[in-house]
């Protein structure tokens, strides 16, 4: 038999060892991620996987009701947790037992399960409610749309509060399955792809699926009277438009408009690469509202949009996002000029395309048409600050910044990242930060100086003259100069490419 001999410290040590670490002790989670412009919007301590909406919406009255079973992963050990949410709710189950709750706030609903949560354990969240979104006002505002028959949920930066509970926040995306039944006669469009349609004693249930991860704000439910229409892309993509029955003189521009989403689609791939998601389409509900907004595969269309006649330009910017905005988001708020810098830069590629003016023609007639004491030089676009986040700069200054990059790195790294970046942060989320940096180690140069005066000084720049080089991917040839003291020739797209000013709303 072999002896050992331990010391006296080997056995304090040995002791040790065999003590388990203590876990974290359950703590309630941030009723907020933390984003700079909106504290209280998303929540801490857990992470959403997929959303399950079962709803029912009389709109008659509009009324909504139903259930949502929330799927998702503690991030940190959690004796309570915050959902998102404005109406009524009637109950709530954690693990497939009651909890308490209470509301906080303007949007907080402070869920307590009946037993605490440890980290990194699934969890599967069950909430029944119901209210009358339109009377619901959060800050003095909603993003719930009544009309003549029926509602639409849409708005940015939020719109989940008036018929979801979420984490609201882009940096935590999920699948979605979205089944809502209303009367005989109506429909209920939303995002992704239509899996079933049935009806009973009077009512239709829509099911919708959207399988790619998606930003609560990015999720869209329209009820109402809609002509449809469906087609398949050359590429095998389902493809799904809706125009309300009532649209009246705006209906064909409309339906000249969003019918070519599909061509767009295809246009837009030769620059930023494959489509991010299994579906597409539009559609355009009768409200009385004047913007558009990119929400996920099926974009939103105010009948306004087209007042006056068709405007492809618009739709150009909206597909764009399911690129810029919708499959990579944003870290933050306060990071909407990757959203918007390029969704508008998309627009003056349109108007190349339809030879209505050059990329470098619309950057010359933006930079020269404001003088240097104009105040829209003084927002910065790269941090424009939640009162300007859909500031006027943040599209136009922030579409001169992409073109001052073009012009300082020349095309083919430019049109390199175009493409690069959106597979790189694919169904993700990325900053400001992310992309200066993204876009050095592309061109190898050092751009900080670049996004420095473009971005985040709150001064006129000097302009972003054309440089030599190979042009745009299918582009016609540019006649443009640089920028001028006074005004140059209005390009022929610049109506339609305002038009769509002023598309986002908080």
């Known amino acids: 038999m072999r002896h050992r001999l331990i010391?006296?410290?080997?056995?304090?040590?040995?002791?040790?060892?065999?003590?388990?670490?203590?876990?974290?002790?359950?703590?309630?989670?941030?009723?907020?991620?933390?984003?700079?412009?909106?504290?209280?919007?998303?929540?801490?301590?857990?992470?959403?996987?997929?959303?399950?909406?079962?709803?029912?919406?009389?709109?008659e009255t509009d009324r909504l009701g139903g259930t949502a079973t929330i799927l998702a992963t503690t991030t940190e050990a959690l004796s309570r947790f915050n959902l998102d949410f404005a109406l009524e709710v009637s109950e709530i189950r954690v693990n497939n037992r009651p909890a308490t709750f209470a509301t906080s706030g303007a949007h907080e609903l402070e869920v307590t399960p009946a037993e605490p949560l440890a980290k990194d354990q699934r969890i599967t969240i069950v909430v029944r409610y119901s209210g009358t979104p339109s009377t619901v006002k959060v800050h003095?505002?909603?993003?719930?749309?009544?009309?003549?028959?029926?509602?639409?949920?849409?708005?940015?930066?939020?719109?989940?509060?008036?018929?979801?509970?979420?984490?609201?926040?882009?940096t935590d995306k999920a699948t979605y399955d979205v089944s809502v039944a209303v009367p005989d006669g109506t429909q209920a469009i939303s995002n992704g792809v239509l899996t079933s349609q049935t009806s009973r004693a009077g009512w239709t249930r829509f099911a919708w699926r959207s399988d790619k991860p998606q930003a609560?704000?990015?999720a869209t439910l329209a009820v109402g009277k809609f002509d449809i229409t469906t087609d398949t892309t050359a590429s095998g993509l389902p493809v799904l438009n809706a125009y309300?029955?009532?649209?009246?003189?705006?209906?064909?521009?409309?339906?000249?408009?969003?019918?070519?989403t599909p061509e767009?689609?295809?246009?837009?791939?030769?620059?930023?690469?494959?489509?991010?998601?299994?579906?597409?389409?539009?559609?355009?509900?009768?409200?009385?509202?004047?913007?558009?907004?990119?929400?996920?595969?099926r974009p939103f269309y105010s009948p306004r949009n087209?007042?006056?006649?068709?405007?492809?330009?618009?739709?150009?910017?909206?597909?764009?996002?399911?690129?810029?905005?919708?499959?990579?988001s944003v870290s933050q708020w306060k990071d909407i000029w990757i959203n918007e810098g390029f969704a508008r830069y998309s627009q003056w590629l349109w108007s190349e395309e339809e030879g209505e003016g050059t990329a470098q023609e619309l950057a010359d007639y933006v930079y020269a048409s404001r003088p240097a004491d104009d105040p829209f030089w003084k927002v910065k676009p790269g941090d424009p600050g939640p009162e300007n986040q859909f500031h006027l700069a943040v599209y136009d200054r922030g579409a001169l910044a992409i073109q001052a990059l073009r012009n300082r790195i020349?095309?083919?790294?430019?049109?390199?990242?175009?493409?690069?970046?959106?597979?790189?942060?694919?169904?993700?989320?990325?900053?400001?930060?992310?992309?200066?940096?993204?876009?050095?180690?592309?061109?190898?140069k050092k751009l900080g100086k670049l996004f420095r005066t473009w971005l985040y000084t709150?001064?006129?720049?000097?302009?972003?003259?054309?440089a030599p080089g190979a042009k745009a991917p299918g582009a016609k040839a540019s006649s443009a100069q640089p920028a001028q003291s006074t005004p140059p020739t209005q390009p022929k797209s610049w109506k339609k490419i305002q038009a769509t000013n002023g598309i986002h709303q908080h």
Do not use: C, M
């Not at 009723?31 to 959403?48: K, S, T």
């Not at 909603?142 to 509970?165: I, K, L, M, N």
């Open 7 to 59: 010391v006296p410290g080997a056995v304090a040590a040995s002791l040790l060892l065999a003590i388990p670490a203590f876990a974290a002790q359950p703590a309630p989670g941030a009723p907020g991620v933390g984003d700079p412009y909106y504290p209280e919007y998303g929540n801490g301590g857990y992470d959403v996987s997929h959303y399950d909406l079962r709803l029912k919406y009389q709109p």
């Open 140 to 170: 003095g505002g909603t993003s719930w749309h009544r009309t003549p028959d029926g509602g639409v949920a849409s708005g940015e930066p939020e719109a989940a509060w008036w018929w979801f509970p979420s984490n609201d926040h882009p």
């Open 216 to 218: 609560t704000y990015l």
């Open 244 to 260: 309300s029955k009532d649209l009246g003189k705006h209906a064909g521009a409309a339906r000249a408009s969003v019918e070519r």
């Open 264 to 297: 767009i689609t295809e246009w837009l791939e030769g620059y930023f690469g494959p489509y991010p998601f299994s579906a597409l389409g539009g559609y355009v509900p009768n409200t009385d509202t004047g913007f558009a907004l990119e929400t996920q595969t």
């Open 306 to 328: 087209f007042a006056r006649g068709s405007n492809t330009s618009v739709v150009v910017h909206e597909q764009a996002h399911q690129w810029f905005g919708d499959s990579v």
């Open 410 to 444: 020349g095309d083919e790294d430019f049109f390199a990242i175009l493409k690069g970046w959106p597979a790189e942060h694919a169904d993700g989320d990325a900053s400001v930060r992310d992309f200066i940096r993204y876009a050095e180690s592309v061109s190898g």
């Open 458 to 466: 709150a001064a006129k720049p000097g302009s972003p003259a054309k």
